[in-house]
């Protein structure tokens, strides 16, 4: 299988959700709008799409002018029935494609948390396997509201909308599974100073928190992960016959 990843920010590796795509053998290619604006044509070539986060808003079209594409790529790759997954700003990116409101600066939720299922998330197959409510790693103030065809899976005490679908397997989830404990291992040393800035004092009870938190979320990121994954379908492509003689 071809898998997308557009990222939006430096330092935003695929964790949990990379040793997922590991297991199934995934081919995956990079893209770094953020940088040069390059995004895939069009969902041809690929048999899923991966939007992962970053710090700028869903909806910043002048100073990250590919957005709109983005946006409307995102649609393209659900509309085909293939394989979509937006984290965080991936996910409020998705909501916009599907006639969400973006709500900046909501509320702030930042660190480990709990999540919890809705009616509709007990039976989802991307929450497969979890707990009603489990433990995972959020860094977000921008949510969204919930867009008219999408269902809504999962949610938190702060933001409503923590996990929704569109169609047979486009999904958002406001939180990040994908962070494993390394992951924020290398964030709560590259961002010191905007984490001290969010949650004084965040730092010096790291330890005790993922001591707490991090043996948990990063076993419901991996299941998140492989759920995903085993949605992908993978595309036959034809390969040109050898011409004889050559």
Not at 75 to 101: H, M, N, S
């Amino acid at each position: 299988m071809r898998i997308a990843v557009v990222e939006n920010m430096k330092s935003t590796p695929l964790g949990s959700l990379g040793l997922a795509l590991a297991e199934a053998n995934a081919e995956i290619q990079h893209f770094y709008p953020w940088i040069d604006g390059t995004l895939p044509a069009d969902d041809a070539d690929y048999d899923a799409l991966v939007v992962l986060g970053g710090e700028q808003n869903a909806i910043d079209d002048a100073n990250y002018p590919y957005l709109p594409a983005l946006t409307h790529l995102m649609r393209e790759f659900a509309e085909a029935d293939k394989a979509v997954l937006g984290i965080c700003l991936g996910a409020q990116i998705l909501a916009r494609a599907y006639g969400a409101e973006n709500l900046l600066n909501a509320r702030l939720e930042f660190g480990w948390h709990t999540v919890s299922k809705s009616e509709e998330g007990r039976i989802d197959p991307l929450l497969s396997g979890l707990a009603e409510d489990f433990t995972t790693f959020q860094w977000h103030s921008d949510t969204f509201t919930l867009p008219a065809s999408a269902t809504r899976l999962a949610v938190s005490r702060l933001a409503e909308n923590q996990v929704f679908r569109v169609g047979r397997a486009a999904y958002g989830t406001q939180f990040h599974f994908e962070a494993s404990a390394s992951v924020i291992d290398s964030w709560k040393v590259e961002f010191a100073t905007s984490i001290e800035q969010m949650e004084p004092g965040w730092h010096e009870r790291y330890a005790a928190l993922a001591a707490a938190h991090a043996s948990e979320s990063d076993a419901s990121g991996l299941a998140i992960g492989r759920n995903w994954v085993s949605m992908i379908r993978a595309q036959v492509r034809s390969q040109p016959e050898a011409v004889a003689g050559r």
